[in-house]
């Protein structure tokens, strides 16, 4: 069955944050973290829900249309990964705002989330060195509306 992607709502949070431990063991956000991103008037938390919350996507979308969204975090249940789920995820939060340019930051290393994001027309335009905690660089990725169809 696909999940069907939805806003989250206030009864989303606990699960997402309780996935958000297990995809990121090392830089889960905190509770406190996560009540501001359900709460702020700039944030999106899509979910992914197939009765339990299979993954989930977190946007910054500012108010002046001129300024790019930032994908801040997606991430899906290792149980579900590689069976399109975030490619659902992704598809719905650029579909939201068509006509804004997108960035994003990745760990060098992440290749499956660098794949994903390629897949959707993301192209790296800058690196920070050292940026994650073990020395990984940071990616910047842009995906411009003018990019794609
Ligand atoms: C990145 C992530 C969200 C991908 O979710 P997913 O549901 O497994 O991805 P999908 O099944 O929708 O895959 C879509 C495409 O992405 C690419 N992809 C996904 N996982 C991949 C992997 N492990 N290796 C290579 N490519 C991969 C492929 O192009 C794939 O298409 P294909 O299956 O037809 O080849 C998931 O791996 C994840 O949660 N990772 C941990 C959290 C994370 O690192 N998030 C990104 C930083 S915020």
């Given at each position: 069955?696909?999940?069907?992607?939805?806003?989250?709502?206030?009864?989303?949070r606990?699960?997402v944050v309780a996935l958000d431990a297990?995809c990121f063991?090392k830089d889960a956000w905190s509770e406190t973290s996560w009540a501001d991103e359900f709460?702020?008037?700039?944030r999106?938390v899509?979910?992914?829900?197939?009765?339990?919350?299979?993954?989930y996507?977190v946007?910054?979308?500012?108010?002046?249309?001129?300024?790019?969204?930032?994908?801040l975090r997606?991430a899906?249940?290792?149980?579900?990964?590689?069976?399109?789920?975030?490619?659902?995820?992704?598809?719905?939060?650029?579909?939201?705002?068509?006509?804004?340019?997108?960035?994003?930051?990745?760990?060098?290393?992440?290749?499956?989330?660098?794949?994903?994001?390629?897949?959707?027309?993301?192209?790296?335009?800058?690196?920070?060195?050292?940026?994650?905690?073990?020395?990984?660089?940071?990616?910047?990725?842009?995906?411009?509306?003018?990019?794609?169809?």
């Amino acid at each position: 069955m696909r999940p069907a992607i939805r806003l989250a709502g206030p009864a989303d949070r606990p699960a997402v944050v309780a996935l958000d431990a297990a995809c990121f063991p090392k830089d889960a956000w905190s509770e406190t973290s996560w009540a501001d991103e359900f709460t702020r008037p700039d944030r999106r938390v899509l979910v992914a829900d197939e009765g339990a919350l299979a993954g989930y996507a977190v946007l910054l979308v500012p108010p002046a249309t001129d300024d790019p969204v930032d994908l801040l975090r997606i991430a899906v249940d290792p149980a579900h990964r590689r069976t399109g789920i975030g490619r659902q995820l992704l598809t719905a939060a650029l579909a939201a705002h068509p006509d804004r340019t997108v960035l994003l930051e990745v760990a060098a290393g992440n290749e499956a989330a660098i794949a994903l994001y390629r897949a959707f027309g993301f192209e790296e335009i800058s690196r920070r060195s050292n940026y994650y905690a073990g020395g990984e660089d940071a990616v910047i990725m842009r995906r411009q509306e003018k990019d794609h169809d």
